[in-house]
Every structure is written in C-alpha cells, then in structure tokens.
C-alpha cells in the first residue's frame, strides 16, 4: 500500500483554475452585504466614546418616535445569560456566553470606545443612523487603563470586579489567566550555559485587516425559526452563539454563509448576527441588514489580536547547544478575557528541543477592544521575541543563525513544550530549504548611504483537525458534486474538490465543490486553524472513497460477480474474474439507473492525525538613514506543507501570510490618544502593507509529508505570518548595529534608534 | 500502565510529580485512580462528566477525541493540554 510519502498523484499537485474564480472576477459571487430582502430594514449600533464608565440609563424614546425606526434593542434583549461555558468547536473550545453578550452590546459598563450599546433598525441606513442620535445614554465615567504593565498592577482600574487569580483569590485584578509550562531544572541550565541573552520585546494591538467588513443579515418572524445571512468562517458557530443569545435551541437557528472577503480568525465569533436577529424579531420579523463600517471594524466592534510584553532569556554553551530558556508573556486580552497567550506560550520555544525551560503567560484585561483571533493566534508575538533571541545567540556563538536552529532543532519524537511528542515534522528540511536557497547563497550587497541588513527566523504553529462532513453525489453525465460545511477562505473549495477528483478518477473541472448551510450538511468545526484541507479534504476523500464503494458494487452487478471481485485503480472498477474492460466512473454514471439508482457519498470525521507545521522567512532590508524607512528587497518565505494539493494556493497562503507578518513587522499598530480612542481607524491610517511596498513573496514549498494524513497533507494556512516579525527585526539589527525590540519597526521609532546611535 | 503528565500549575495538587504512572482503559479511569490517590485532581480537569470547558487532552501524541472516554493503552502517554483555537 503506498503511504503518503511514496503515491504518486495524478490530480493533487497540479494548478487547475479555481472552481469559484470566474463568479468572483466578473462580481456575480454574492457576498454578506449583497444579499436584500423585500420589506427589509437596516440595523445601526451605537457604540461608546467612553473607554470605561458605568452606563445609568439608556433612553429610546426619541428614537423610536423618528418616523422610519421600527426597534431599538439593548443587552436587556438577549435571553439571560452565565458565564457557564456553552461549547463550540465540536467540544473543543468552549464560550462563556455572558461575556459574549456583554461584549456584542454592553450590559452595565462600557470598556472600551466602540463597545456597543444599543442597536436601531429603520427603513433606511441614514434614519437608522439619526436615531443612534437620538438614544440618550447617562453615563458615569470610570478610570481606565490602556497600558498593558499599568493594567497588571495592583490598584489599576478594574475591568471587571468578579475576575480573580488563582493564587489570589480575595483580590481584585486584571490578571483573567495564567498559564505555565515547565520542564527541567531552569536554574541549573542558565548555571552551566556558557552565553546567556536576555531581552524585554514589546507589540502593539494589530487587526487583521480583512478587506470585507462584518455584516449579517437576520430574520426572525418569531415562530422559534431564525435564518441569518452573513460573512463568517464558521456557520455553526455562529449558529450556537446566536442560539444561545437569544435563548433558542441550537437547531432552530439556519445560518447562510455568504462568499468571504477575508476572515484570518476574526470571523469565527458573532459580531453582530445575533443583534440582527434581536432587531427582525423586534420589528415584527422584517429581514434586517447590518454591514459595520471600517471604523466600527477597527475601533473594536470585531476584536484585534493582542498587543504583548514579552521578556525572553536564553543559555547555549559556546558550541550552539541551547541548554536553558526562560519566557515570561503578557498578552493584552482586551475588555473581556481570552488572548491567545497560552498558544504563544505553547509555540515559542516549541522549535527547540530545550532540556529546561519555563515559560509564563499572562491574560490580561484592558480597556481596549475585546481580542480575538488572528492567523496562528499568539504565535507571531512570541515568535518575535524568542528567535530574535535565537539569532542574537548564534551572533554571540559565531554561527550561522540556521546552523544553530537545525542544531536545536525539534524532531520526531522531540517533547512539545506542552508535552506530546511530535510526529515527523519538517523543521530541519525547513531550515535547510532556507540555507540552500538562492537568497541565502547570494550575499546581500551594500551600498553606500544606506543601511542594509538581512535577517532570518522561524515560526511553528499547532494546526487544527477537528470535525468536518462532506457529501459526493455523482451525476448521471459523470460528474460529481461536492458538498462541505467549510467557507471557504483560501483556495479550500479547489483543493476539497481536487481530492474527490483524485479519487474518483475524475478531471479536478468535473466535481463542482459546494458549501451548504447549517441544515444541509453535518455538523462541520469553522474554517480556521489551518484545518479545512486537512480535516475537510480527509472527509471529502472519504466521501469519495464511499462511492467507490457503491461503484464497485455497481460494477459487480453489471458484471454479474462479487463486488470482492472488482478492485478500483487509476479511477476505473477492475474485474478480477472475467477479463472485461473496466468501468470509469464516466461510463458507470449513465447506468446507475438500472443498478440501484443515485450514488451519494458521505462522511463525517473528528480528524486527528494532526500535522504540525515550521515556516521560515529571510528578508533583505535597506533603511534610509534620513527617514529611517525599511524597505524589504527581497523576501523568500519556506514552509513545510506536508503535501501540497494545490501548490499555486499553497503559495498563496505563504504569501499572505507572509505580507501580513510583515505589515506587523513594518507598520501596523494602534495608536490610542489619551482618552482611549483608537485614532487611526480607517485603512488610511493604519498602514497595511500594499503590492507598491513590497517586492515579490518567493515561496519555496517543503513537502514533508504528513504521517497522520492519507495524503500526508499539513494544515498550510497560518504559520507563514509566525517568523517575519522577527526576520524584519533581524534583519534591521543586523543593518543598524542596534537590536531591535519594540514592533512596529516603523520608521518614528526607527528614527529614535538611529538618532540614539548617532548621539 | 498508562503515564500521566501533570501540568506545571497543577503540580501542587499531586504533591510535585510531574508525571505519573495509573492504572486505567479510558482517560475517565485513570482521572479517578489518579484522583483516589491524589484528591482534588479531578477536580481542576472535569466539570460534570466532561472535561474543563478550557481543557483538552492528548494521548500518544494525537488530540483525543473521545475527551474522558478515550481508550488508553499500557503504555501510552496523557497529557492534558489547553483546548485549541485558531485563525
């Protein structure tokens, strides 16, 4: 039996034209925002200019009195809720739903300018939007604290009176998490390390920059039966969440998924959906379309990922071996708990193979917008601090930066930093993909009046599984469609179907990939942490594998013997007994009338076999000395996929990813006032990177194939935003003899270093 | 028997060990054997007849899917670990 390292493919691994590209170029994909319903209203929140206060009283009467405005709802709207955990994610992550209600529409704080606070629907956008001027709301203001060290300390302002510590049980605090992984005698590996380097890094809050803004589409008649429209990557979380906040059973709530324009975790939680269907219900079941703006989207209404202070101490004996690690992270989670910093706890140090170590991570509220995902959430922060470290100690070892990784490196059967071993992944080849590749063998040119530097680093992300459904129906004319419960936000529908197409021996055109609403298909996890062609693709290669099934027997009636007797190979049934010419699925097709009639396949499947993933970036920078602007020159992105179905999406996703990590590195951030207004809300100001500032992303695929994987397929989506950060600020390190450690290396901050240096 | 890995900042509830051999064929069993010897264990990782909502755990390397009621062999490894997310 060929097992994923040794098949040989005929459909996976070539570049087929997207199956959902034509409706996208020529605008006829039906995005959240283009959908309309006759009799339809349009819903507005109003959202708080305060950063923290106590809200006294809210009054709607003028509003409601506006000729036009058909509700106006608040938190006192949803069903009442706990902070009992309500599961998602097929069990595997839980919500706690007063917290989610809360931070949709404020309960009796507001903490942080955006939180919600009432919703309007009217006939009209503009009406809908002088009637939030017309809701009177008393507040009384609290202090507030915007500073991530302010907010640990003890008398900071507190966000919410009922978050305690462990440890401390009797006391306020900001402090909502503490997470710790540990292994080792930490004191006795520093003792013996012959260089030790220590450093404190900090990140500012960065959004994920999805060009589609939020929006939904509710209706609720009232009947007990709710339908929502919207942009999500995940339909069935939106779907228990709705639920719940209205106080629904799960399956009375139907969630359309529209086409997506851009999600990179955001999309995974509800963002107004359920206020949609408050406001149809309030209305009398109109249909009510909400579409945020970009200032709502960056100001907090949909969650940035965290802003981070992370101190990081390492020991190596003079020949590379690192021998000690100490991490200390605090991630800003925003007004409500959650940041992602056990996955930077978890992901930091997981490249190397460290006999002692102690990492510490810190949940933290402040009065910033709720965080959440965004693409290998907590990686990138932690993965900035730790191999800007790494690098430092290869500097001070005299080696070559890679050559130290591969030294240290993380193997099969290497304990994770949270324990399980790893299976065979690909870190080394990773690492060595970078050493041979043309950029690392060209040596970077200097020229004169300019800073150049080149800086390399590394990143690891867990991936995903979990559970996913999908349906293969074969058609009369031998095609054959598929059916998934996966948006699909990068290339997924393309490779799902290239998998059936391989199975069933079919051209990658001729299966037409679909994704269903939450009553047409099994329950399927969202479309996030890298898992759609790994966990989807291994249930639609099981779908398809169960037509084959039902070929076979097919085959064997038409035949008249056993369907023991007919094998399936190279897409055609196969008799063993009688030497008859074999079947493909295009000539079974036109006879499964007369056989036992239509063919669907089906499967449902909880994935495991999960395959980690490395990335590496190395980048060439120039910064010019007068306005301290790093420019990338060159940028080569390698990353280990396991198998790649689609290489030209494959590349994408390294690609993007890639990007984003270096609009981290380079320039995004948020930038509060003194009052807690984010003031740089609109892509205007927050300056993501374009195609006119960066050359092009060189991808270099490592397919070391995934064990766990019938097509030693790996999650493929996030890693690649994981080591930018760190190779821009190695990189300009290395250019200005200056280490950098604070993100964004923008060119105010960069100017200080430079101005330092000069004296 | 099955070894069990305790996190770092549960360590105090078994006394410091880091890693512990119990008997058990399900994660749930050896949970309950551990927590015999150990109370207060069980605990910090089950709410009702689950585990913690924050909570997931390996065996062998590999998600376990089937939570408390996940087979384990002689010789395998259980870690608990924090339930995952995602971008």
Redesign the interface.
């Known amino acids: 039996m060929d097992t994923p390292q040794t098949q040989q493919f005929k459909i996976i691994g070539t570049r087929p034209v997207r199956h959902d590209g034509l409706d996208k170029v020529i605008g006829r994909a039906k995005y959240g925002a283009d959908y309309a319903f006759p009799g339809m209203l349009y819903g507005k929140v109003l959202r708080s200019t305060l950063a923290h206060a106590r809200i006294k009283s809210i009054n709607a009467e003028k509003a409601l009195r506006l000729p036009g405005v058909k509700a106006v709802v608040t938190h006192a709207d949803f069903a009442p809720q706990t902070t009992a ?1 309500v ?1 998602r ?1 097929g ?4 919500i706690n739903p007063l917290y989610l209600a809360c931070n949709i529409l404020s309960k009796d704080k507001v903490l942080f300018v955006g939180h919600g606070v009432a919703a309007v629907a009217a006939t009209s956008p503009h009406i809908a939007e002088e009637a939030l001027a017309l809701i009177e709301v008393e507040y009384e203001p609290l202090p507030m604290v915007l500073d991530l060290l302010e907010a640990m300390k003890p008398g900071a302002p507190i966000l919410n009176p009922d978050v305690r510590r ?1 440890s401390a049980p009797d006391e306020q605090t900001n402090i909502a998490g ?6 080792g005698d930490i004191e006795a590996g520093f003792k013996a390390a012959d260089i030790i380097v220590e450093r404190e890094f900090r990140t500012e809050m960065v959004h ?1 920059g999805y060009i589609e803004p939020p929006n939904a589409l509710g209706i609720f008649p009232g009947d007990g039966h709710a339908t929502v429209y919207t942009s999500t990557q995940g339909p069935f979380d939106v779907r228990i969440m709705s639920a719940t906040l209205l106080g629904l059973p799960e399956g009375s709530v139907k969630v359309i998924p529209a086409e997506i324009g851009g999600g ?3 999309k ?1 939680t509800v963002h107004i959906e359920p206020i949609a269907l408050l406001l149809s219900k309030a209305s009398g079941g109109r249909p009510v379309k909400m579409v945020m703006t970009r200032t709502e989207m960056m100001r907090g209404a949909t969650g940035p990922t965290s802003g981070s202070i992370l101190k990081v101490k390492m020991g190596a004996m003079k020949e590379g071996k690192i021998v000690a690690a100490k991490a200390w992270f605090a991630y800003e989670a925003g007004a409500f708990p959650g940041s ?1 910093v ?2 930077g706890c ?1 992901t930091g140090l997981s490249p190397y193979n460290i006999e002692n170590f102690l990492v510490d991570g810190y949940d933290v509220l402040i009065n910033k917008p709720k965080t959440t ?5 907590g990686a990138t922060n932690a993965a900035f601090a730790v191999e800007c470290v790494v690098d430092e100690l290869a500097q001070r070892c005299g080696m070559d930066p890679l050559d130290l990784r591969i030294k240290n490196a993380s193997r099969e059967g290497t304990a994770s930093v ?6 065979r992944i690909g870190f080394v080849e990773v690492c060595e993909a970078i050493k041979n590749s043309d950029h690392y063998r060209t040596p970077l040119a200097q020229v004169p009046g300019k800073y150049r530097g080149r800086g390399v680093a590394t990143g690891f992300w ?4 979990m559970q996913s459904s999908a349906i293969v129906n074969v058609h009369a004319d031998g095609t054959a469609s598929l059916v998934t419960g996966s948006v699909d936000i990068g290339g997924s529908r393309a490779s799902t179907a290239m998998v059936v197409a391989e199975v069933l021996g079919l051209r990658a055109e001729d299966v037409r990939p679909a994704v269903a609403d939450t009553d047409s298909i099994g329950y399927t996890d969202g479309t ?4 759609v062609a790994f966990a989807t693709g291994l249930a639609a290669y099981q779908a398809a594998h169960d037509v084959v099934r039902q070929l076979k027997e097919r085959a064997a009636k038409i035949w008249e013997i056993t369907a023991e007797d007919v094998d399936w190979t190279d897409g055609k049934a196969i008799s063993r007994k009688n030497g008859v010419a074999p079947l493909s699925l295009k000539e079974l097709a036109p006879r499964l009338t007369r056989t036992g009639g239509p063919v669907t396949g089906r499967a449902n499947v ?1 994935a ?3 395959g980690p993933s490395f990335a590496g970036c190395l980048v060439d920078v120039e910064i010019d000395p007068e306005t301290a602007k790093v420019q990338v020159l060159r940028c080569t992105v390698v990353q280990d996929v396991g198998k790649a179905i689609h290489p030209s999406y494959v590349e994408g996703q390294m690609q993007g990813g890639t990007v984003q990590g270096l609009g981290w590195a380079l320039n995004e951030e948020y930038v509060y006032d003194e009052k807690g207004t984010l003031r740089n809300a609109s892509f205007l100001d927050y300056r993501m990177p374009t195609c006119l500032d960066l050359p092009m992303i060189d991808p270099v695929i490592v397919e070391v194939a995934n064990p ?1 994987h019938p097509l030693g397929v790996r999650g493929v989506g ?1 890693v690649s935003i994981v080591p930018p950060p760190a190779a821009v600020a190695n990189a300009v390190s290395m250019a200005v003899g200056t280490r950098i450690t604070d993100l964004p290396v923008s060119p105010p901050r960069l100017f200080k270093v430079l101005s330092a240096k000069r004296g | 028997m099955p070894t069990v890995f305790i996190p770092s900042l549960l360590r105090k509830y078994t006394s410091g060990q880091e890693s512990l051999v119990v008997p058990g064929r399900t994660v749930g069993e050896v949970v309950r054997n551990l927590d015999e010897k150990y109370p207060g264990f069980r605990n910090q990782v089950v709410e009702g007849d689950d585990l913690k909502s924050s909570l997931a755990v390996s065996v062998d390397g590999d998600l376990a899917v089937g939570g408390l009621l996940e087979q384990v062999r002689e010789s395998s490894e259980i870690h608990f670990v924090p339930a995952i997310g995602g971008g």
Request: charged residues 20%; proline residues 10%.
């Open positions: 955990p599961y994610m069990g595997e992550a839980a462990k503490e997470f710790q992984f540990k292994r994920q990179f975790g955001a995974l992602p056990w996955l978890f995902s965004y693409r290998a959430p949270m324990g399980p071993k790893f299976p867990i991936n995903g599984g996030g942490g890298s898992r909880y495991t076999g999960v766990g996030e």
